[in-house]
């Protein structure tokens, strides 16, 4: 059984950062895709990121992109979000999750963490 776990999520000001961290158990990854979605209050969840186990090619929503950065520790089966120039649009509850192939979509992405949430404050 897949267990995923998120970390370091907290309250910040605009303009500044935070680091988030899936840590994940259960089984050793090769092929799989990490993805990084989030959903805001009031709101669908939507996708922010994801990275190739095997390769680490990563693809960002043109949201984030340039200001978050995802990488992963094969050795450690974790993966972190690096968030920099944080907006209030940003807050949400962000999630990790894993899934079989390369895609954007909910759908494709068999399991899920638990949720860290971020505030980012104006």
């Known amino acids: 059984q897949v267990q995923l776990v998120e970390s370091g999520g907290g309250l910040v000001q605009a303009g500044g950062s935070l680091r988030l961290r899936c840590a994940a158990s259960?089984?050793?990854?090769?092929?799989?895709?990490m993805g990084w979605f989030r959903q805001a209050p009031g709101k669908e969840r939507e996708f922010v990121s994801l990275?190739?186990?095997?390769?680490?090619?990563?693809l960002y929503a043109d949201s984030v992109k340039g200001r978050f950065t995802m990488s992963r520790d094969n050795a450690k089966n974790t993966a972190d979000l690096q968030m920099n120039t944080l907006r209030p649009e940003d807050t949400a509850v962000y999630y990790c999750?894993?899934?079989?192939?390369?895609?954007?979509?909910?759908?494709?992405?068999?399991?899920w963490g638990q949720g860290t949430q971020v505030t980012v404050s104006s």
């Open positions: 999750a894993v899934g079989d192939i390369w895609a954007t979509k909910i759908d494709n992405y068999r399991y």
């Open positions: 259960g089984r050793t990854f090769s092929r799989e895709v």
């Open positions: 990275i190739s186990w095997r390769r680490g090619n990563t």
